[in-house]
């Protein structure tokens, strides 16, 4: 069941993500070296990140008849889809601090976590139906 593999996969993704959590706050990462704060800070980003994206893709195609058909006018494939934008921003926030490239890095979480919100505001609307 593809819901079961999506929910299995964000699961994964937030408990690999969690570390970037705890790792990255203040008086915890200030204390690191630049490839330890590679290791445990940026890497967990971009493997929690690819889950979220995963598990985003697995829910909107759990949504649809047909793989090869979007289902526009299902609430849950919006939810899905704003979930894998929220991946892809979290993901590239990872790549870009490992990068060094800092305000990207602030920019890609501002807009992912902005599309969370979103697919949480949408996924409350739908609970309430």
């Known amino acids: 069941d593809l819901g079961f593999w999506a929910s299995l996969t964000q699961l994964v993704g937030a408990t690999v993500f969690w570390i970037a959590g705890v790792t990255g706050l203040p008086g915890i990462i200030g204390h690191m070296s630049a490839p330890l704060t ?9 493997v929690g990140g690819v889950c979220f994206v995963v598990s985003g893709g697995l829910f909107t195609l759990e949504t649809q008849e047909r793989w ?62």
């Open 68 to 129: 090869d058909r979007p289902a526009w006018r299902v609430l849950g494939w919006h939810i899905g889809g704003w979930n894998v934008v929220g991946g892809v921003g979290f993901t590239l926030c990872g790549v870009f601090g490992l990068a060094g490239m800092q305000y990207q890095a602030c920019l890609a979480t501002f807009w992912g976590s902005w599309a969370f919100l979103w697919a949480s505001g949408l996924q409350w609307y739908e609970s309430l139906q």
């Open 38 to 46: 590679d290791g445990v800070y940026w890497v967990p980003q971009v």
